[in-house]
């Protein structure tokens, strides 16, 4: 995929995910990386993947995203506990 491709379909994931609601209002509760992870993500997914589908693109999306979760809450867990 030439440079000009890649910017037109990133341009176009980043257009998508911020459409979609339920995407949106995560970003806005979490820090600026993880919107920039699953946009890389999203389209490394696409550009990677010779025979991509929503199922694959949502397991990377839910991986992504259970990974932050998962270490946000652990950092709660750890803070609290120390206080």
């Known amino acids: 995929m ?3 491709s890649q910017s037109t ?3 176009a994931i980043d257009l998508a995910l911020s ?12 820090p600026r990386n993880l919107s920039i ?11 990677e993947t010779p025979e991509s589908d929503l199922d ?8 992504i995203i ?6 946000n809450t652990m950092e709660k867990f750890t803070t609290s506990k120390e206080v």
């Open 2 to 4: 030439d440079m000009e």
């Open 9 to 11: 379909f990133k341009q």
């Open 19 to 30: 459409d979609w609601s339920a995407f949106q209002r995560l970003v806005d509760m979490s």
């Open 37 to 47: 992870e699953l946009k890389l993500e999203t389209f490394a997914y696409f550009a």
């Open 56 to 63: 694959g693109l949502e397991k990377v999306l839910r991986l």
């Open 66 to 71: 259970n990974k932050y979760i998962d270490s």
